[in-house]
Protein backbone atom coordinates (compact mmCIF):
# COMPACT_ATOMS: atom_id res chain seq x y z
CA UNK A 1 0.00 0.00 0.00
CA UNK A 2 2.75 2.47 1.00
CA UNK A 3 4.61 2.02 -2.59
CA UNK A 4 1.27 2.41 -3.92
CA UNK A 5 1.07 5.95 -2.49
CA UNK A 6 4.45 6.92 -3.66
CA UNK A 7 3.89 5.99 -7.24
CA UNK A 8 0.61 7.34 -6.74
CA UNK A 9 2.40 10.86 -5.55
CA UNK A 10 4.60 10.78 -8.40
CA UNK A 11 2.04 10.66 -11.20
CA UNK A 12 0.27 13.16 -9.93
CA UNK A 13 3.07 15.67 -9.42
CA UNK A 14 4.25 14.45 -13.19
CA UNK A 15 0.59 15.08 -14.65
CA UNK A 16 0.57 18.60 -12.79
CA UNK A 17 3.63 19.97 -14.01
CA UNK A 18 2.02 19.75 -17.34
CA UNK A 19 -0.96 20.90 -16.67
CA UNK A 20 -2.35 23.97 -19.09
CA UNK A 21 -4.96 26.69 -18.38
CA UNK A 22 -7.96 26.99 -15.58
CA UNK A 23 -9.82 24.02 -16.81
CA UNK A 24 -6.95 21.79 -16.82
CA UNK A 25 -6.25 22.71 -13.52
CA UNK A 26 -9.68 21.85 -11.80
CA UNK A 27 -9.72 18.12 -13.66
CA UNK A 28 -6.34 17.36 -11.90
CA UNK A 29 -8.09 18.64 -9.13
CA UNK A 30 -11.21 15.90 -9.54
CA UNK A 31 -8.84 13.38 -10.50
CA UNK A 32 -6.05 13.30 -7.71
CA UNK A 33 -8.00 15.00 -5.25
CA UNK A 34 -11.93 14.20 -5.35
CA UNK A 35 -14.09 12.22 -3.71
CA UNK A 36 -13.76 9.43 -6.52
CA UNK A 37 -9.75 9.70 -6.70
CA UNK A 38 -7.74 6.63 -5.95
CA UNK A 39 -6.47 8.90 -2.80
CA UNK A 40 -9.65 8.73 -1.50
CA UNK A 41 -10.14 5.12 -2.19
CA UNK A 42 -7.29 4.53 -0.35
CA UNK A 43 -8.29 6.39 2.75
CA UNK A 44 -11.62 5.27 3.01
CA UNK A 45 -10.23 1.75 2.90
CA UNK A 46 -7.89 1.89 5.63
CA UNK A 47 -10.11 0.70 8.05
CA UNK A 48 -9.89 -2.88 6.29
CA UNK A 49 -6.21 -3.11 6.56
CA UNK A 50 -4.99 -5.07 9.10
CA UNK A 51 -4.30 -2.85 13.15
CA UNK A 52 -0.58 -2.73 12.78
CA UNK A 53 -0.71 -1.51 8.95
CA UNK A 54 -3.15 1.18 9.78
CA UNK A 55 -1.06 4.09 11.42
CA UNK A 56 1.76 4.02 9.33
CA UNK A 57 -0.31 3.69 6.01
CA UNK A 58 -3.20 7.17 7.57
CA UNK A 59 0.17 9.10 8.32
CA UNK A 60 1.56 8.40 4.97
CA UNK A 61 -1.95 8.68 3.12
CA UNK A 62 -2.86 12.37 4.65
CA UNK A 63 0.58 13.18 4.30
CA UNK A 64 0.43 12.85 0.20
CA UNK A 65 -2.81 14.32 0.34
CA UNK A 66 -1.58 17.53 1.89
CA UNK A 67 1.49 17.71 -0.27
CA UNK A 68 -0.76 17.15 -3.46
CA UNK A 69 -3.41 20.39 -1.90
CA UNK A 70 -0.56 22.62 -1.77
CA UNK A 71 0.98 21.67 -4.80
CA UNK A 72 -1.90 22.63 -6.58
CA UNK A 73 -2.76 26.10 -4.83
CA UNK A 74 0.84 26.75 -5.80
CA UNK A 75 0.50 25.55 -9.78
CA UNK A 76 -3.09 27.55 -9.45
CA UNK A 77 -1.19 30.85 -7.89
CA UNK A 78 1.44 30.43 -10.87
CA UNK A 79 -1.16 29.64 -13.73
CA UNK A 80 -3.47 33.20 -12.31
CA UNK A 81 -0.10 35.23 -12.66
CA UNK A 82 0.35 33.81 -15.86
CA UNK A 83 -2.68 34.50 -16.82
CA UNK A 84 -2.60 38.39 -15.96
CA UNK A 85 0.60 39.11 -17.46
CA UNK A 86 -0.47 37.90 -20.69
CA UNK A 87 -3.89 39.99 -20.37
CA UNK A 88 -1.65 43.03 -19.83
CA UNK A 89 1.12 42.43 -22.43
CA UNK A 90 -1.65 41.35 -24.98
CA UNK A 91 -5.09 43.07 -24.69
CA UNK A 92 -5.13 47.14 -25.01
CA UNK A 93 -7.71 49.52 -24.43
CA UNK A 94 -8.35 51.29 -27.43
CA UNK A 95 -9.59 54.62 -25.84
CA UNK A 96 -11.21 55.97 -29.53
CA UNK A 97 -14.00 53.59 -29.20
CA UNK A 98 -16.99 55.56 -28.53
CA UNK A 99 -17.99 55.22 -24.51
CA UNK A 100 -21.40 53.26 -23.42
CA UNK A 101 -24.59 54.79 -23.19
CA UNK A 102 -25.67 55.24 -19.39
CA UNK A 103 -29.15 54.07 -18.99
CA UNK A 104 -31.14 57.22 -17.31
CA UNK A 105 -33.44 56.80 -14.90
CA UNK A 106 -37.11 57.79 -15.27
CA UNK A 107 -40.72 58.69 -13.51
CA UNK A 108 -42.13 56.10 -11.00
CA UNK A 109 -45.69 55.64 -13.20
CA UNK A 110 -47.09 56.85 -9.79
CA UNK A 111 -45.14 59.67 -9.30
CA UNK A 112 -45.95 60.30 -13.18
CA UNK A 113 -49.67 60.19 -12.33
CA UNK A 114 -49.25 62.00 -9.25
CA UNK A 115 -47.67 65.48 -11.40
CA UNK A 116 -50.33 64.76 -14.11
CA UNK A 117 -53.11 65.32 -11.64
CA UNK A 118 -51.07 68.23 -9.53
CA UNK A 119 -50.83 69.90 -13.26
CA UNK A 120 -54.74 69.70 -13.88
CA UNK A 121 -55.56 71.01 -10.36
CA UNK A 122 -53.57 73.72 -10.90
CA UNK A 123 -55.13 74.85 -13.86
CA UNK A 124 -58.30 74.66 -12.12
CA UNK A 125 -56.63 77.06 -9.67
CA UNK A 126 -56.02 74.58 -6.88
CA UNK A 127 -52.55 75.34 -4.76
CA UNK A 128 -50.71 72.12 -3.27
CA UNK A 129 -50.63 71.75 0.70
CA UNK A 130 -48.53 69.20 1.92
CA UNK A 131 -49.29 67.71 5.53
CA UNK A 132 -47.28 65.07 7.76
CA UNK A 133 -47.24 61.34 7.46
CA UNK A 134 -47.41 60.68 11.23
CA UNK A 135 -50.49 62.43 12.50
CA UNK A 136 -52.35 62.19 15.86
CA UNK A 137 -56.00 60.31 17.02
CA UNK A 138 -57.86 63.49 16.50
CA UNK A 139 -56.64 64.95 13.43
CA UNK A 140 -56.93 61.60 11.60
CA UNK A 141 -59.76 60.70 13.41
CA UNK A 142 -61.71 63.00 15.91
CA UNK A 143 -61.85 66.09 14.33
CA UNK A 144 -62.84 64.77 11.22
CA UNK A 145 -66.33 63.52 12.90
CA UNK A 146 -65.25 60.54 13.76
CA UNK A 147 -64.55 59.98 17.73
CA UNK A 148 -63.59 57.18 19.88
CA UNK A 149 -65.53 54.30 19.22
CA UNK A 150 -67.37 55.27 16.55
CA UNK A 151 -68.18 52.56 14.22
CA UNK A 152 -66.84 54.48 10.68
CA UNK A 153 -63.20 53.60 12.26
CA UNK A 154 -63.56 50.12 11.07
CA UNK A 155 -63.09 51.27 7.81
CA UNK A 156 -59.45 52.33 8.34
CA UNK A 157 -57.33 49.56 9.49
CA UNK A 158 -54.51 51.78 11.21
CA UNK A 159 -50.92 51.61 12.01
CA UNK A 160 -50.12 52.75 16.05
CA UNK A 161 -47.03 53.66 17.44
CA UNK A 162 -46.12 52.96 20.71
CA UNK A 163 -46.51 56.45 21.82
CA UNK A 164 -50.19 56.71 22.47
CA UNK A 165 -52.26 58.83 20.24
CA UNK A 166 -49.70 58.83 17.61
CA UNK A 167 -50.33 56.71 14.44
CA UNK A 168 -49.71 56.79 10.69
CA UNK A 169 -52.27 58.36 8.55
CA UNK A 170 -54.75 56.41 7.11
CA UNK A 171 -55.71 58.92 4.87
CA UNK A 172 -54.80 62.73 3.43
CA UNK A 173 -57.93 63.99 4.65
CA UNK A 174 -56.50 64.99 8.40
CA UNK A 175 -54.60 67.87 6.15
CA UNK A 176 -57.96 69.50 5.68
CA UNK A 177 -57.82 70.67 9.02
CA UNK A 178 -54.18 71.70 9.06
CA UNK A 179 -55.19 74.02 6.21
CA UNK A 180 -58.15 75.38 7.49
CA UNK A 181 -56.69 76.31 10.81
CA UNK A 182 -54.18 77.87 9.66
CA UNK A 183 -55.58 79.65 6.84
CA UNK A 184 -59.62 80.36 8.36
CA UNK A 185 -61.45 82.29 8.00
CA UNK A 186 -59.42 83.14 4.06
CA UNK A 187 -61.25 80.86 1.07
CA UNK A 188 -59.62 77.70 0.72
CA UNK A 189 -59.02 76.07 -2.84
CA UNK A 190 -55.98 73.05 -2.25
CA UNK A 191 -54.99 69.42 -3.08
CA UNK A 192 -53.28 67.41 -0.45
CA UNK A 193 -51.15 64.93 -1.96
CA UNK A 194 -49.60 61.83 -0.04
CA UNK A 195 -48.70 58.88 1.19
CA UNK A 196 -51.26 56.75 3.19
CA UNK A 197 -50.99 53.66 5.54
CA UNK A 198 -53.78 51.01 6.16
CA UNK A 199 -52.43 47.52 8.34
CA UNK A 200 -54.57 45.92 4.94
CA UNK A 201 -54.31 42.63 3.76
CA UNK A 202 -52.02 42.66 0.06
CA UNK A 203 -53.91 41.69 -2.46
CA UNK A 204 -53.98 42.29 -5.96
CA UNK A 205 -56.52 45.78 -4.95
CA UNK A 206 -54.88 46.75 -1.97
CA UNK A 207 -51.56 47.68 -0.66
CA UNK A 208 -50.50 48.72 3.20
CA UNK A 209 -49.07 52.17 1.43
CA UNK A 210 -50.66 53.62 -1.30
CA UNK A 211 -50.77 57.64 -2.96
CA UNK A 212 -54.02 59.78 -2.32
CA UNK A 213 -55.10 62.81 -4.07
CA UNK A 214 -57.16 64.97 -1.12
CA UNK A 215 -58.91 68.24 -2.63
CA UNK A 216 -60.71 71.38 -0.58
CA UNK A 217 -62.25 74.17 -1.44
CA UNK A 218 -64.22 76.27 1.35
CA UNK A 219 -65.67 79.34 0.51
CA UNK A 220 -68.85 81.38 0.82
CA UNK A 221 -71.60 80.43 -1.06
CA UNK A 222 -70.30 76.89 -2.05
CA UNK A 223 -73.17 74.40 -3.27
CA UNK A 224 -73.20 70.81 -4.65
CA UNK A 225 -73.49 71.75 -8.01
CA UNK A 226 -69.61 73.80 -8.02
CA UNK A 227 -68.49 70.40 -6.65
CA UNK A 228 -70.05 68.10 -9.61
CA UNK A 229 -69.01 70.80 -11.94
CA UNK A 230 -65.40 70.98 -11.05
CA UNK A 231 -64.79 66.92 -10.78
CA UNK A 232 -67.11 66.66 -13.83
CA UNK A 233 -63.83 69.58 -14.91
CA UNK A 234 -61.64 67.62 -13.97
CA UNK A 235 -62.14 64.25 -15.66
CA UNK A 236 -62.44 65.73 -18.81
CA UNK A 237 -59.27 66.62 -18.52
CA UNK A 238 -57.75 63.37 -17.38
CA UNK A 239 -58.96 61.23 -19.73
CA UNK A 240 -60.92 63.30 -22.53
CA UNK A 241 -63.49 65.70 -23.41
CA UNK A 242 -66.08 62.97 -24.66
CA UNK A 243 -65.50 61.17 -21.25
CA UNK A 244 -68.69 60.31 -19.27
CA UNK A 245 -69.52 60.73 -15.65
CA UNK A 246 -71.58 59.60 -13.28
CA UNK A 247 -72.19 60.27 -8.98
CA UNK A 248 -73.68 57.92 -6.52
CA UNK A 249 -74.66 58.41 -3.06
CA UNK A 250 -71.90 57.64 -0.60
CA UNK A 251 -71.01 58.23 2.77
CA UNK A 252 -68.39 59.40 4.55
CA UNK A 253 -68.13 60.88 8.09
CA UNK A 254 -66.46 64.25 7.25
CA UNK A 255 -68.97 64.81 4.34
CA UNK A 256 -72.27 65.17 4.45
CA UNK A 257 -73.94 64.69 1.29
CA UNK A 258 -71.62 62.02 -0.23
CA UNK A 259 -71.16 61.26 -3.68
CA UNK A 260 -68.73 58.53 -5.47
CA UNK A 261 -67.57 59.35 -8.93
CA UNK A 262 -67.66 56.56 -11.62
CA UNK A 263 -66.22 57.45 -15.03
CA UNK A 264 -67.97 54.95 -18.25
CA UNK A 265 -65.24 52.01 -19.10
CA UNK A 266 -62.80 53.47 -21.63
CA UNK A 267 -61.62 49.85 -22.26
CA UNK A 268 -65.22 48.49 -22.97
CA UNK A 269 -67.28 51.79 -24.03
CA UNK A 270 -69.42 50.88 -21.23
CA UNK A 271 -71.18 47.29 -22.78
CA UNK A 272 -69.10 45.50 -19.74
CA UNK A 273 -65.65 44.12 -19.84
CA UNK A 274 -62.86 42.37 -17.19
CA UNK A 275 -62.02 46.00 -16.33
CA UNK A 276 -64.73 47.50 -15.23
CA UNK A 277 -66.04 43.63 -13.70
CA UNK A 278 -69.20 43.60 -16.47
CA UNK A 279 -71.06 47.05 -15.06
CA UNK A 280 -70.00 49.47 -17.82
CA UNK A 281 -68.31 52.13 -14.91
CA UNK A 282 -64.91 52.43 -13.17
CA UNK A 283 -64.65 54.31 -9.99
CA UNK A 284 -62.20 57.17 -9.86
CA UNK A 285 -62.78 58.78 -6.88
CA UNK A 286 -64.96 60.14 -3.38
CA UNK A 287 -66.59 63.23 -2.82
CA UNK A 288 -69.44 65.60 -0.98
CA UNK A 289 -69.89 68.50 0.89
CA UNK A 290 -67.74 69.59 3.98
CA UNK A 291 -69.70 67.94 7.01
CA UNK A 292 -70.74 71.32 9.32
CA UNK A 293 -68.54 69.69 12.57
CA UNK A 294 -65.47 69.18 10.42
CA UNK A 295 -65.82 73.40 9.15
CA UNK A 296 -66.43 74.35 12.78
CA UNK A 297 -63.04 72.52 14.24
CA UNK A 298 -60.92 73.55 11.35
CA UNK A 299 -61.99 77.20 12.50
CA UNK A 300 -64.91 78.28 10.11
CA UNK A 301 -68.53 79.08 10.71
CA UNK A 302 -70.98 76.58 9.19
CA UNK A 303 -73.63 79.00 9.16
CA UNK A 304 -71.67 81.52 6.39
CA UNK A 305 -68.67 79.18 5.19
CA UNK A 306 -69.12 75.78 3.22
CA UNK A 307 -67.19 73.67 1.22
CA UNK A 308 -66.60 70.39 -1.07
CA UNK A 309 -63.88 67.98 -0.29
CA UNK A 310 -62.71 64.84 -2.38
CA UNK A 311 -60.03 62.18 -2.25
CA UNK A 312 -58.86 59.80 -5.37
CA UNK A 313 -55.92 57.25 -5.28
CA UNK A 314 -53.29 57.63 -8.49
CA UNK A 315 -52.28 54.18 -8.20
CA UNK A 316 -55.87 53.13 -8.79
CA UNK A 317 -56.15 55.62 -11.64
CA UNK A 318 -53.21 54.71 -13.06
CA UNK A 319 -54.11 50.94 -13.08
CA UNK A 320 -57.22 52.29 -14.95
CA UNK A 321 -55.12 54.18 -17.55
CA UNK A 322 -52.89 51.14 -18.19
CA UNK A 323 -55.05 48.11 -17.38
CA UNK A 324 -52.41 47.12 -14.81
CA UNK A 325 -54.48 44.44 -12.56
CA UNK A 326 -51.70 44.09 -9.65
CA UNK A 327 -51.09 47.23 -7.70
CA UNK A 328 -48.49 45.13 -6.04
CA UNK A 329 -46.38 45.81 -9.21
CA UNK A 330 -45.99 49.44 -7.86
CA UNK A 331 -43.98 48.95 -4.55
CA UNK A 332 -42.14 45.41 -6.42
CA UNK A 333 -39.51 47.18 -7.54
CA UNK A 334 -39.53 45.24 -10.67
CA UNK A 335 -37.71 46.34 -13.40
CA UNK A 336 -39.43 44.70 -16.01
CA UNK A 337 -42.80 46.62 -15.03
CA UNK A 338 -40.78 49.59 -14.50
CA UNK A 339 -39.19 50.03 -17.55
CA UNK A 340 -42.52 50.01 -19.43
CA UNK A 341 -43.00 53.65 -18.25
Not at 115 to 120: S, V
Not at 142 to 150: E, F, K, R, S, V
Not at 185 to 197: A, D, F, S, T
Not at 212 to 218: C, F, K, N, P, T
Request: negative net charge.
Amino acid sequence: MQDRLVRLEGQAISELEGVEGEAGLQQWKVKYLGRSSELAEILDGLRKLPKDERPAVGKQANQLKARLEGAFAAREQTSRAASLEYSLQEDRLDVTLPGRTLVRGRLHPSTSTLRLIADIWAEMGFQVYRSRDVETDDYNFGLLNIPAHHPARDQWDTFYTKQEGVLLRTHTSPGQIRVMRERAPEPIRVILPGMCYRYEQITARSEIQFNQVEGLAVGRNITFADLKGTLNAFARRLYGEDVKTRLRAGHFPFTEPSAEMDIECFVCGGIGCAVCKGTGWLEILGSGMVHPTVLENGGYDPSVFSGFAFGMGPERITMNLHRIDDIRYFWSNDMRFLEQF
